[in-house]
């Protein structure tokens, strides 16, 4: 393992992403060498005073960059630098948040090392409806829901109906994404 201690001081953004940049910087300039493995999320965290949190977010980051591989237990190596097959560059879309999304990818290759979807001009239409509703709904954004229309209880049982078993609306609970589903159950 190596004793290599990042400097997160300095570059811009959430610490995450310029623990991030700095590992990657490491592996470009030759501090990091291909195999030499990096120091285990939990010592890291205590080291830079951060939570294991970010250190986590920071090595999903370069891991989604194809930088870094391991597994639970075993620990993440920096992996070895392959020259890329010549294809149309791919730029990152602009982004506040270090997103690791790809502008559109004409190469016809897949990407597996990345969870974020291509954008292929979807964001003038999810600008739109994002506008839409803020415009037409103005207060129930920015509110909790404390209640759920029957409609979502009705649309819970059509879609639970499906294989021959038809529950009570009354036995629907509606909730507001899958973490809070997932507590309900």
Known sequence: MTNWLPNIT?????????LADSIEGAISDGTLQAGSKLPPQRNLAYDLGVTIGTIGRAYALIHERGLVSGEVGRGTYVNERKTPAPSLPMEPAAAAFGSTRHAIDTSAE??????????????????????????EHTYDITNYARSFPDSWCMAGVRWLSQNGWSPKPENIVSTLGAHAAVMSV
């Open 110 to 135: 897949f990407r597996l090392n990345t969870t974020a979807a291509p954008d292929v001009g979807q964001s003038p239409l999810i600008a739109r409806h994002i506008e839409a509703v803020t415009r």
């Open 10 to 18: 300095e570059g811009d953004g959430p610490i995450y992403l310029r």
